[in-house]
């Protein structure tokens, strides 16, 4: 079973602030996958990264997957109330039948 | 495109009861995940049904089942409901490494 584990586990920021929140495995993934979810609906994809090494950026969101397609890592820039929410990591051997992390509860404060 | 839809949103049924929710995939989309959602467990994977086959199933006892019809739309059934099932499920299309959610149906069982 592949397992994932996101860090922080919960995060409380000011307007402005940056961060950085970790998706760690000890299994290689083919892909992993951000989502953003607001409480009661379904979690939102931010993106996909598929290469080792690979980054990439969403406005102020930055992503990047491991050389070793292990881990990845979310660094958000000058975040906004707006921000607020659980973010997971997710991944698997088809992105149907995908293994999530526990998520990270992210509060940007005014 | 029109997401995906799920229904009911929100659900209320008694121990013992079973209940049907159903999804309505992404116009295209041939796989279909199940997923259940609780504070204590994060997201954990049902089953996934691919051109109205099972193609893979998470570890959940045989009161949770689902199906697909030929027009890719799914629904999942619980049968003999235990206060535990109580959670949101998210229902998702995939194409290729990628995962749209649904808004979920919210499940209260009493």
């Known amino acids: 079973t592949q397992l994932l584990e996101q860090s922080p586990q919960f995060l409380s920021i000011q307007e402005g602030e940056n961060l950085t929140v970790y998706c760690n495995s000890s299994?290689?993934?083919?892909?992993l996958q951000w989502y953003r979810q607001e409480p009661g609906e379904g979690p939102v994809l931010l993106v996909t990264v598929v290469t080792g090494g690979e980054v990439k950026k969403l406005k102020r969101l930055t992503f990047q997957f491991g050389d070793a397609r292990k881990d990845s890592s979310l660094h958000i820039t000058a975040a906004q109330p707006g921000d607020t929410g659980l973010y997971l990591c997710?991944?698997?051997?088809?992105?149907?039948?995908?293994?999530f992390g526990d998520g990270t509860t992210l509060t940007v404060k005014p | 495109k029109a997401g995906v839809t799920q229904t009911p949103r929100y659900l209320i049924k008694t121990r013992g009861q079973q209940v049907t929710l159903s999804c309505s995939p992404i116009s295209g989309h041939r796989s279909v995940s199940w997923y259940q959602q609780t504070p204590g467990q994060g997201l954990q994977f049902l089953f996934e049904y691919f051109s109205e086959t099972q193609r893979n199933k998470g570890n959940f006892p045989g009161r949770f089942s689902g199906r697909q019809f030929s027009n890719s739309r799914s629904e999942m059934n619980v049968s003999t409901l235990e206060l535990g099932d109580s959670a949101l499920y998210l229902c998702a299309s995939s194409f290729e490494n990628e995962q749209f959610f649904g808004p979920g149906t919210r499940l209260t069982v009493l």
């Open positions: 299994s290689v993934f083919s892909s």
């Open positions: 997710a991944g698997g051997p088809n992105a149907g039948k995908s293994t």
